[in-house]
């Protein structure tokens, strides 16, 4: 039998020493990790990025079919998002955890090995943060700091008309997993029978287990690309689209046939009879990086086969359009995952 | 009738513009706020302190009698708090904010309206954060952000043998205003009658709108004070030095007639058949700072009435102890709150 201990035994500051007492520091910045009233960063010379996000069970994740490591892992890497979204470098992250009394200290042992794998991969240091008890579900505060050279971050509202507007991999198939899930759920929930994932790991991987792309970040650096604007996509290409452009003050068209699918993902969608253009359009949860160059910036970014062109930016009266496969021109509408509805 | 606009109708980002059209960006080292992927700080040539807490409806706050705007002014103030005990001076949050659909835009324009009077009031900038619905209650997590000149940040690990435990302003006070209002909370529920909290306005405020000690943060740079450690007394007295002990490997005798006590909330005490040094001791939520300095700096501390010695620190091997105003030395023990029982 599995081990439970209960957190109660342990007391808030056993709980916390328990959690982090396998916490390396990796970046030199890091002058007082967990353990004090605050961390104390060093950013001397360099601009501090920070970003902070709730993820909220229920609301942002279902524990019948998210394993607590992944989600560690995952609460980790959509902050990361953020800050890479800014062309800045995490550095280190604060995490607070409420969880009600269902979850042993094994459980949240899972949860912060997610976080640990997270932040080795990312070499991000976890400096502190705050545990609670909580009356229900599992609540999750992450915020991460990130550290960009004097004015080198990238907002979302310097995108000017012609700019190419880019994005990196592929798109909707995270949406793909979730509905996947969500139907292995309820057919679990009503006939017993257990889920059947077969060869969909793929979708389920990148809605469970997303990445951040610390490599085009990387690239921009390298190849000397700067962008105009940039946000990373997890509302939904559409919606995080027109915040580029409302931001910008401009207008934009976006081409259906660019949009990058994944072919495995795109066969699954037409199982579902699902459109993939609006799996990608309205889904979410993908954690690519959309962003605008300047034209000049061709060649550097055809380059790069990670990264797709997808569209250009206009002026802002000539609103935001999709150019569908068939010719036909569609204004844009937001229909991100409103989670307030 | 008062207004009331369903949040739904508003969605998150016509919510999150709705609640943050109102911020001013007082610090230079904003460079970005709200409104994008991340916020940017300029932090050159100085080191940055982060801090993040947990607040939860049902376990740290109850809304029953704590009205919204206090508790967006307390939501900021106990991170505050925390940058003060690292000796730095505070400049940025970010906050996320939870909420099920029982609350209305109204509701959260208050909690909002506390939370800028504490960005006013303690000159920091509201730079970003996440707004999301939750199942069940409201959930605040923030973010708070200082700077401090290089290396002059105070830890709780560097207290010596014979440092003076110094404590800022009066203890115990907010664990009698929490004590009355649940007591008028459960009379009220039982029979129907109103609160009864005639001139009980100081133990009340100290509960629901506490403040952070940055007139003694200030009066350590003009004085030339450095403390040898600090905490900010969140848990109770006797936990909170129990911290600084630990970490710096000391021991300690604190005298029991040198804790500094309001007169109106000793009265409180003794009416509640409460003995005011246990309030003190197990309390928490005073917010008050608690720190060690060098036999040295003891006619500094003296010049400042806001100020209270009320220890000093010993060998690790002569334990913590309390000695009771008739002379008795007993062992402190952290009987801090512990809301993981």
């Not at 229920?58 to 394993?67: E, Q, S, V």
């Not at 507007?165 to 309820?186: H, N, P, W």
């Not at 990670?306 to 999709?322: F, P």
Request: hydrophobic share 40%; net charge negative.
């Amino acid at each position: 039998m599995e081990q439970r201990t209960e957190i109660a035994n342990l007391g808030e500051f056993g709980l916390i020493e328990q959690l982090t007492k396998d916490i390396e520091i990796v970046n030199s910045s890091t002058l007082v990790g967990v353990g004090d009233d605050g961390a104390v960063i060093d950013h001397f010379g360099r601009q501090t990025v920070l970003s902070s996000d709730l993820l909220l069970e229920g609301i942002h994740f279902d524990l019948a079919y998210t394993p607590l490591k992944h989600l560690g892992y995952k609460s980790v890497v959509v902050n990361l998002s953020d800050i890479y979204a800014m062309n800045a470098t995490p550095t280190q992250i604060l995490l607070n955890i409420g969880f009600s009394n269902r979850f042993s200290l094994e459980a949240l042992e899972e949860f912060y090995a997610g976080v640990r794998a997270a932040c080795d991969a990312y070499e991000v240091d976890l400096v502190g943060g705050d545990t609670s008890s909580s009356g229900k579900g599992f609540i999750i505060s992450v915020t991460a700091i990130g550290e960009v050279a004097p004015d080198s971050y990238v907002r979302r509202n310097g995108a000017g008309v012609n700019d190419l507007i880019c994005v990196s991999g592929e798109l909707g198939a995270a949406f793909l997993g979730l509905t996947l899930l969500e139907r292995e759920k309820k057919i679990f929930e009503t006939t017993g029978t257990q889920p059947d994932l077969e060869g969909q790991a793929l979708i389920v991987g990148r809605l469970l287990k997303p990445e951040a792309r610390k490599d085009i970040i990387a690239y921009f650096a390298e190849s000397g690309i700067m962008p105009s604007s940039m946000i990373d996509v997890s509302d939904g290409l559409s919606s995080d689209l027109l915040h580029l452009c409302k931001q910008s003050s401009t207008g934009c068209v976006l081409y259906e046939d660019k949009i990058p699918f994944n072919e495995e993902a795109r066969e699954f969608a037409y199982k579902l009879k699902l459109d993939p253009t609006a799996c990608a359009l309205s889904g979410g949860e993908d954690y690519e990086l959309l962003f605008t160059v300047a034209q000049t910036d061709y060649e550097k970014i055809k380059a790069n086969p990670a990264i797709s062109i997808i569209g250009y930016m206009t002026e802002t009266d000539a609103g935001c359009n999709l150019i569908t496969r068939g010719g036909n021109t569609h204004a844009l509408v937001a229909q991100g995952w409103n989670h307030l509805k």
